[in-house]
């Protein structure tokens, strides 16, 4: 059992977790503390899931090591299915739960010393007790990017398997490099096109497992469409008023940089 002891909360909501999935509580993925007497016997670990907004009060993200009998009739749901059912909104504390304790999990040894990390009072992140090596949340940055051309966008399905929608580029930034040249990168080497005015939107966590997605839009210069194989099925330029199956805007950042500048372009037209 590794409980992180100083970081119990009595009184604090709970997020319980059974195999990467989570324990609804009807539709909420919050549980009150005072329904449980015995969870810690259940427990493998235990996060705090500090607020980081007025509306989002604190609360504890807990990995059970089983489901105790009192839970036994709820089918512990995949966090991603949460996602697509109930939108982002009321995913974000239990993604942010999820990220918290996929760090815990993956951290709980030193990757200098192979020691043992605890977790320390009142900060969020482990330390190694014996070569005083500190390690904080991990988290990801990722460029998501539309490429645009007029009144058409660029679109592309992943080689995914399951994949059948189509959505923005995307991928990680590199060592030592700028937000602004992982677009360019991304897209010559996603699909062979050059790009020019590339500029920042807006940004979203994405906890599959520890991304944070950097939302921008760019203009098509040159090129024609050349698939990377290992990466992208298809990708074509599709008109704003006939567009394939595209993400949700209240799921994904990708959705709404395509529904946000297709409004306004048709608003444009319509003018």
Request: hydrophobic share 40%; glycine share 6%.
């Amino acid at each position: 059992m590794t409980v992180d002891v100083h970081q119990r909360n009595a009184g604090h909501d709970l997020i319980l977790f059974f195999e990467d999935r989570l324990l609804l509580n009807g539709d909420s993925p919050m549980w009150s503390s005072h329904q449980f007497d015995d969870l810690e016997t259940f427990t493998h670990a235990r996060v705090h899931v500090a607020p980081l907004a007025v509306q989002h009060p604190p609360c504890d993200a807990v990995q059970l090591s089983r489901v105790p009998p009192a839970l036994a009739h709820i089918e512990p749901m995949p966090v991603r299915q949460f996602l697509l059912h109930q939108g982002f909104d009321a995913f974000i504390l239990a993604g942010r739960a999820s990220q918290l304790l996929n760090w815990f999990r993956s951290h709980r040894f030193c990757g200098s010393c192979g020691a043992e990390n605890v977790l320390r009072k009142q900060q969020q992140l482990l330390a190694c007790q014996h070569c005083e090596v500190d390690y904080y949340p991990r988290i990801n940055p990722c460029i998501i990017v539309l490429v645009t051309r007029g009144d058409r966008i660029l679109l592309a399905r992943s080689v995914r398997r399951g994949a059948t929608f189509f959505s923005c580029l995307a991928g990680f930034i590199e060592p030592g490099e700028s937000a602004e040249e992982a677009v360019a990168r991304e897209v010559y080497e996603e699909v062979g096109l050059e790009i020019d005015n590339i500029r920042y939107v807006k940004s979203q966590p994405w906890p599959f497992p520890s991304q944070l997605m950097l939302g921008f839009y760019a203009d098509y210069v040159g090129g024609e469409i050349v698939p990377e194989a290992a990466e992208i099925a298809e990708a074509h330029w599709y008109d704003v008023n006939n567009l394939p199956e595209t993400p949700a805007p209240t799921i994904s950042v990708a959705g709404q940089l395509i529904q946000e500048y297709c409004d306004a372009v048709r608003a444009s037209d319509d003018q």
